[in-house]
């Protein structure tokens, strides 16, 4: 009972508006469920919970310190792992680990945690999260055939997620699917349709510049400058501001689709900008190089921007 009280607590304080209200809420809970660890050293849906409230308190950087906030993450993991060891089909803990490790950039362990979420309950409820991983993280490693089997899967078990439209945009980028401006045009109209009204806006915006990205794989496949010269005017009306896009991702998706049409000064440019907003990610740039920046990474600028 104290386990299922602190869960209770858990998903209560997830829903408080407030963040301090729900840190107060997450304590009760982990109270509760180092009660129940007393009782039981090695249950497993305690050791899922408290794992999660940890690693939701390094996620909203409750812990200002940095040296704690690292010993929370670590400790979330390890409560996390516990739960799985205990029980291989516990799957909303492999589905946070999923999570944790791509907040991490280790795209393989991921992948692999996603797998495992859904091997152990593909009728979890977070199951469109769950086979979104499984794209996102596939699409991360190249690997084509699975980009393309687990954004259909999405699609055909959640057609009116806008996520399993948006995926199949990607995937021209990627070379996983065919890039064909007509289709991604059509897609781009399936993604805003089914987007909630509060995130359409940077949605579209977004989305706009992966279109553009289809349109630079055929123009550089067919040595179609009028088409590239239409990828450029995509991009040039699909820039965010702080308003819209707090993070400024816009700013790196730009510099993404840039590097398809050759335009590699301007993807450092675009990158310079995004790591301003953003300097916390300049270490990742260095230490894990995405694919994206495959054609930058002997450019002087690139190295000079990640500081090697």
Known sequence: PVVRRGRLLYDRARMEGDLLDADDLMGAATALLEQG???????????????????????MALE???????????SAEKDLLA??????????????????????????EANLAARRAYEADAFLTSAPDILWRLWSTSYD??????????????????????R?????????????????PEAAWTLLGQVVERT???DRALTSLQMQVVVAGALAKVATKEH???????????????????DVDPT????????????????????????????????????????HGHWWWRELRSDPAYQRMIGG
């Open 164 to 180: 399993f439209y948006q995926c199949a945009l990607w995937n021209m980028t990627s070379g996983a699917e065919e890039a064909d």
């Open 196 to 198: 909630p009204e509060h």
């Open 141 to 162: 490693l190249e690997n084509k055939t699975q980009s393309l089997q687990w954004c259909d899967e999405g699609r055909k078990r959640f057609p009116d997620n806008p």
């Open 37 to 59: 660890l007393e009782i039981e050293p090695r249950n497993a849906d305690a050791l899922e919970v408290r794992g999660m409230i940890r690693y939701w308190r390094w996620l």
């Open 64 to 74: 200002p310190d940095h040296g704690a906030a690292e010993r929370l993450l670590d």
């Open 224 to 242: 179609d400058q009028e088409l590239a010269d239409s990828a450029r005017a995509v991009l040039d009306r699909s820039s965010g501001d702080a």
């Open 248 to 287: 400024r991702e816009l700013l790196m998706t730009q510099a993404f689709v840039r590097t398809l049409l050759g335009d590699n000064s301007e993807a450092v440019g675009l990158l310079q900008q995004y790591l301003t907003f953003n300097p916390e990610r300049r270490e990742g740039f260095a230490q």
């Open 83 to 108: 739960a799985t060891d205990i029980n291989p089909l516990q799957a909303n803990a492999w589905n946070v680990l999923g999570h944790l490790y791509y907040q991490l950039d280790d795209i393989v």
